[in-house]
């Protein structure tokens, strides 16, 4: 019995030692504890560096009481890669009285007063206006949903029901007409149809790509896939020479600045008055408005109604490419006078000196490569021309050539 005990007093003991090594290992493992600190290190400065910004961005809106989607993407760029945290400023701007303002005026999603014929269309016409009307009262049609049925809809969507992504789409149509609205006027190439279409295309990338679990709204992660797509489209079609979509932005601003400071000083604004406006240097507010102006075809036709009307613009300019008259008559006279000179020299001293300057054909020859057509060594080349150099300034004709 004692032999018994023993054997079974051993293997308890033994089955406490085991019970104990997985403890002594997870204290004894020091290479993950600097790994997490490493990781921790890196977040914190990514989030104290975004909390910055917001910082600075609150205490901007707090003295106007308005912040602009411009400044929110002049300070996070990429924010629509993030957009919990831009759920959170947009929380936080709230909470403040702070309003979010779009380039012309205050977002409201819920916004669709009806359209103005004279405001809204780039290329007006009745029919575009029938057809606005048509497409705002077929949208209308579609009831709004509440943001449980949001959630619902979003989780039938990652099993993948293509009736919930419908759904979802038709439900914030009027969110695009919306958003859309404050970039008329930008183009005269887009219409309001043409950017709701674009507005259209971003709401379904949006739709795609919305993830439920993150707890933003659907339509704060809406609004920027839309907003991204309509900015796009006015950088790639409004223009014959594509701007960038940041100097597209950057455009609008500065249009914007100008307008405000002609409403305050009662004249135009110098472009140093612009620049303290907009905070930037003057040389980047020349170059603004330098890449804002128009082209202009080279057949625009030039003069009155009653001239003989064949003159264009193109026949005015000059080709940078072509000499003056002035320049090609001195050219002729400083190539004649140079043969005259060439002619007194021997036929190997003249032939030598045409390849070496390429005189004849603008293709200037090695010595080597004249000593080889000519059969002897590049040295006896080098001789024959110096001596021909100094014939040519020991020539009572060479001295026309120092006008030259």
Same mark, same amino acid.
């Given at each position: 019995?004692?032999?018994?005990?023993?054997?079974?007093?051993?293997?308890?003991?033994?089955?406490?030692?085991? $019970?104990?090594?997985?403890?002594?290992?997870?204290?004894?493992?020091? $290479?993950?504890?600097?790994?997490?600190?490493?990781?921790?290190?890196?977040?914190?400065?990514? +989030?104290?560096?975004?909390?910055?910004?917001?910082?600075?961005?609150?205490?901007?809106?707090?003295?106007?009481?308005?912040?602009?989607?411009? +400044?929110? #993407?002049?300070?996070?760029?990429?924010?629509?890669? =993030?957009?919990?945290?831009?759920?959170?400023?947009?929380?936080?701007?709230?909470?403040?009285?702070?309003?979010?303002? +779009?380039?012309?005026?205050?977002? !409201?999603?819920?916004?669709?007063?009806?359209?103005?014929?004279?405001?809204?269309?780039?290329?007006?016409?009745?029919? $575009?206006?029938?057809?606005?009307?048509?497409?705002?009262?077929?949208?209308?049609?579609?009831?709004?949903?509440?943001?449980?049925?949001?959630? +619902?809809?979003?989780?039938?969507?990652?099993?993948?029901?293509?009736?919930?992504?419908?759904?979802?789409?038709?439900?914030?149509?009027?969110?695009?007409?919306?958003?859309?609205?404050?970039?008329?006027?930008?183009?005269?190439?887009?219409?309001?149809?043409? #950017?709701?279409?674009?507005?259209?295309?971003?709401?379904?990338?949006?739709?795609?790509?919305? =993830?439920?679990?993150?707890?933003?709204?659907?339509?704060?992660?809406?609004?920027?896939?839309? /907003?991204?797509?309509?900015?796009?489209?006015?950088?790639?079609?409004? /223009?014959?020479?594509?701007?960038?979509?940041?100097?597209?932005?950057?455009?609008?601003?500065?249009k914007q600045v100008v307008r405000r400071l002609s409403q305050d000083l009662g004249r135009d604004p110098l472009p140093e008055e612009i620049a303290v406006e907009m905070g930037l240097d003057v040389e980047k507010v020349y170059n603004i408005e330098k890449i804002d102006q128009d082209t202009?075809?080279?057949?625009?036709?030039?003069? !009155?109604?009653?001239?003989?009307?064949?003159?264009?613009?193109?026949?005015?300019?000059?080709?940078?490419?072509?000499?003056?008259?002035?320049?090609?008559?001195?050219?002729?006279?400083?190539?004649?006078?140079?043969?005259?000179?060439?002619?007194?020299?021997?036929?190997?001293? /003249?032939?030598?000196?045409?390849?070496?300057?390429?005189?004849?054909?603008?293709?200037?020859?090695?010595?080597?490569?004249?000593?080889?057509?000519?059969?002897?060594?590049?040295?006896?080349?080098?001789?024959?021309?110096?001596?021909?150099?100094?014939?040519?300034?020991?020539?009572?004709?060479?001295?026309?050539?120092?006008?030259?």
């Open positions: 019995m004692k032999k018994k005990k023993t054997i079974k007093k051993t293997k308890v003991s033994k089955k406490a030692k085991v $019970s104990k090594k997985p403890s002594k290992v997870k204290k004894g493992k020091p $290479s993950k504890k600097p790994a997490k600190t490493k990781v921790k290190a890196t977040l914190s400065k990514k +989030e104290k560096e975004m909390q910055t910004k917001a910082n600075k961005l609150f205490a901007k809106g707090k003295e106007r009481g308005f912040v602009t989607h411009d +400044e929110i #993407l002049k300070e996070f760029p990429h924010v629509e890669d =993030d957009i919990f945290f831009l759920d959170q400023l947009y929380a936080k701007l709230q909470e403040g009285g702070i309003d979010i303002l +779009e380039s012309g005026g205050m977002i !409201d999603m819920g916004d669709l007063e009806p359209v103005k014929k004279n405001v809204y269309l780039g290329r007006s016409s009745e029919s $575009s206006y029938d057809s606005i009307q048509m497409y705002l009262k077929e949208i209308g049609q579609y009831p709004l949903i509440l943001a449980a049925e949001e959630k +619902e809809l979003a989780k039938r969507i990652q099993a993948g029901d293509m009736e919930a992504k419908n759904l979802l789409a038709r439900a914030n149509l009027r969110l695009v007409v919306s958003i859309a609205k404050k970039y008329v006027g930008r183009s005269p190439d887009l219409t309001l149809l043409d #950017l709701i279409q674009e507005g259209n295309l971003g709401l379904f990338k949006a739709v795609d790509k919305f =993830d439920w679990t993150k707890g933003y709204k659907f339509s704060t992660y809406a609004t920027w896939w839309i /907003r991204q797509a309509i900015t796009r489209a006015l950088a790639d079609q409004s /223009r014959t020479i594509r701007v960038p979509v940041h100097m597209v932005e950057t455009i609008a601003k500065y202009v075809s080279l057949e625009s036709p030039v003069g !009155d109604e009653g001239d003989d009307g064949k003159s264009t613009l193109g026949d005015f300019l000059a080709d940078d490419k072509i000499l003056s008259p002035d320049h090609e008559s001195s050219r002729r006279i400083l190539s004649d006078q140079v043969k005259e000179i060439l002619n007194d020299l021997s036929e190997k001293e /003249r032939r030598i000196l045409e390849m070496r300057h390429g005189l004849n054909d603008g293709v200037t020859h090695t010595l080597e490569e004249v000593g080889q057509k000519f059969g002897v060594t590049r040295e006896r080349i080098r001789q024959i021309e110096a001596k021909a150099h100094e014939k040519i300034r020991q020539h009572d004709k060479s001295k026309r050539l120092e006008n030259y």
